[in-house]
């Protein structure tokens, strides 16, 4: 089993849709989570960190499931620019990860007109 | 604002040559980190460096050296291409380690190199 995964998707919506993805990791020892985005041929950058309590920025909201061990985006009123690879990443805990992150392989979303 | 560099952007090998690539980031970042993309797998971290003068094995290390002589700089090395390691290359550099309770889990990452051995 992979360590954090992701529906590769892709998820094709039209603009103004409300979109969701999921993410599952395997450790239940994991300590934070996060969401990047990387366009096309682009490198990955933060989109935004995941709490325990939820949280939203703008029209993305992130959610934390402990006990189920997943983590989800939702991005409402879809724009054209929201076009991307979603990717979900994970600090797993314990010394030997130290300071590294652990990427899901990506969501791509496609918003058409 | 430079941020992260890396250099070349782009390389076509042979197998059995040899390349460096090289990062170089201008935000006076402790640590700094080699990952790749392959289709379908997600970055995947090949070494890591938590301070000038040291490196550390990640994920996928082999046939991959490096080195960190320069707080600044950080070099990948490969000592005898193979088709395998075929791939998009990313330097990434934080100021504090992504465990570190001030750190708010994001890596600075350069624009990529991408890599064709033949």
């Known amino acids: 089993r992979k360590e954090v995964e992701q529906d590769p998707g892709p998820f094709n919506v039209p603009e103004g849709a409300t979109v969701a993805f999921n993410c599952t990791y395997s450790?239940?020892?994991?300590?934070?989570f996060f969401w990047y985005r990387q366009d096309c041929r682009k490198e990955p950058k933060l989109l935004m960190s995941v709490y325990s309590s939820g949280n939203e920025d703008g029209r993305f909201t992130a959610q934390l499931n402990r006990a189920s061990q997943y983590i989800s985006l939702l991005i409402r009123d879809s724009k054209l620019s929201d076009s991307a690879t979603y990717l979900c990443v994970v600090n797993l805990a314990g010394g030997t990860s130290y300071g590294k992150l652990t990427f899901g392989q990506g969501t791509i979303l496609t918003v058409h007109p | 604002n430079a941020g992260v560099t890396q250099t070349p952007k782009f390389r076509v090998l042979k197998t059995g040559q040899s390349m460096t690539l090289l990062c170089a980031q201008d935000?006076?970042?402790?640590?700094m980190y080699w990952y790749r993309q392959d289709p379908g797998m997600g970055l995947r971290l090949i070494h890591y460096s938590v301070g000038e003068g040291t490196t550390a094995k990640g994920e996928v290390p082999d046939g991959y050296n490096v080195s960190r002589l320069k707080k600044q700089n950080f070099l990948l090395g490969l000592e005898s291409a193979a088709p395998s390691q075929t791939s998009v290359y990313f330097c990434a550099s934080s100021y504090h380690p992504v465990g570190h309770i001030q750190n708010t889990g994001e890596l600075f990452f350069g624009e990529g190199s991408r890599l064709t051995v033949l």
């Open positions: 935000m006076n970042h402790e640590y």
């Open positions: 450790n239940s020892a994991s300590q934070s």
